[in-house]
């Protein structure tokens, strides 16, 4: 399995356990839940699920269709820009929520965007009709 891959899968893992401590920790401060529910939501939709989505479509999908990634250095690009966004959505929705500017939250959305549409092509790119 290539190494990139094994951290698309790594993250998946690391996110889905701090999606859940922060589901947690949102009954022990009711009065912050506000705040975090979009981290928690986040971590656990975007973090879990779409990069395990993201290392086993890139694992499977290209063994099925008998064909090779159609561009690694799309996938290498891909992994950095999602967690990247990931991550800076997670630290900007409690600043936003709070009254801070909207504009570093839309920037790290875009950027979780700008990810699946390169998963979306490189796996479209890759899959080919038998």
């Known amino acids: 399995m290539e190494r990139v891959i094994v951290w698309y899968l790594r993250m998946s893992v690391i996110y889905f356990v701090l999606g859940v401590v922060i589901g947690f920790t949102l009954l022990l401060w009711p009065d912050e839940a506000l705040y975090y529910i979009p981290v928690h939501v986040h971590l656990n939709l975007l973090g879990f699920m779409s990069m395990m ?10 063994k099925f269709s008998g064909a090779f990634i159609h ?19 997670a630290i900007s929705w409690p600043f936003m929520l709070r009254g801070e500017s909207e504009i ?11 990810a699946a549409v390169l998963f979306a ?8 009709p038998v």
């Open 53 to 62: 989505i993201y290392g086993v479509g890139y694992h499977i999908l290209p």
């Open 71 to 89: 561009s690694p250095r799309i996938m290498n690009i891909q992994f950095w820009v999602a967690n990247a966004g990931l991550i800076g959505m």
């Open 121 to 128: 092509y490189n796996m479209l790119k890759t899959i080919k």
């Open 104 to 114: 570093p939250l839309i920037v790290f959305s875009f950027m979780t965007v700008v």
